[in-house]
């Protein structure tokens, strides 16, 4: 990680009240947040966990079909935003508090159904996205949805679309072999552009199996 975990919130907290004005007014966001809730398709009894996030986009997306949603995020100023949204939508069962992809705060003894997270992880080191894909394993969802800077081949160093200072992206090939190791199968894989994407991975059925090798 680039920046510390405070640093990062620091920074979304400082932007929380313009982000869904200018930070993510891409077409490639907005492609990322529509096929990220395309894929998750919750069903009625489905809690689904949201990390990183933000404003909420993802979340109060899915909260109508889902039974329950739990956003976390480390900005509470973005955890803000998205629970004054949620209030103006009067949208009861989009739950937001504090929490990282290494310990995303949720009751281990409560299932989660499915996780999304959409441009959130690429924060993290190659290792620590690791770490983070085997946390998420460890909650037992039946699908984990990531929408992401990602590289489907050689990155234009003169041309990156997200913030080296900041950002840490890794190649679709990496997040492939993570989500594998975790007990994941990829089942989709859309390519947004070279530098972005979404993957869906679904828990395979050895993977209580895996996990325990």
């Not at 986009?57 to 039974?67: D, F, P, R, V």
């Not at 993290?124 to 998420?136: F, G, P």
């Amino acid at each position: 990680m680039k920046k510390t975990i405070d640093e990062h919130a620091a920074r979304f907290d400082s932007i929380a009240g313009e982000y869904d004005d200018t930070q993510n007014d891409t077409d490639e966001y907005r492609a990322c947040v529509s096929l990220v809730v395309e894929h998750a398709d919750p069903g009625p009894e489905d809690v689904v966990l949201d990390i990183g996030c933000g404003t909420g986009a993802i979340g109060l997306s899915l909260a109508g079909s889902a039974k329950r949603v739990l956003g976390r995020d480390v900005s509470e100023g973005m955890m803000e935003q998205a629970r004054e949204k949620a209030a103006d939508a009067g949208i009861e069962n989009f739950e937001v508090e504090y929490g990282t992809f290494r310990d995303p705060n949720v009751d281990h003894d409560a299932p989660v159904d499915i996780v999304v997270s959409n441009f959130a992880m690429h924060h993290l080191s190659d290792e620590e996205k690791r770490e983070a894909i085997h946390a998420i394993a460890d909650l037992a969802p039946r699908r984990f949805v990531l929408g992401d800077v990602m590289f489907f081949g050689d990155p234009d160093p003169e041309n990156p679309l997200y913030s080296p200072e900041v950002d840490d992206p890794a190649t679709v090939g990496m997040l492939a072999d993570a989500f594998t190791d975790a007990g994941f199968t990829l089942t989709a894989v859309e390519m947004v552009h070279e530098q972005f994407g979404v993957l869906v991975a679904e828990r395979s059925p050895n993977s209580e199996r895996v996990a325990e090798e």
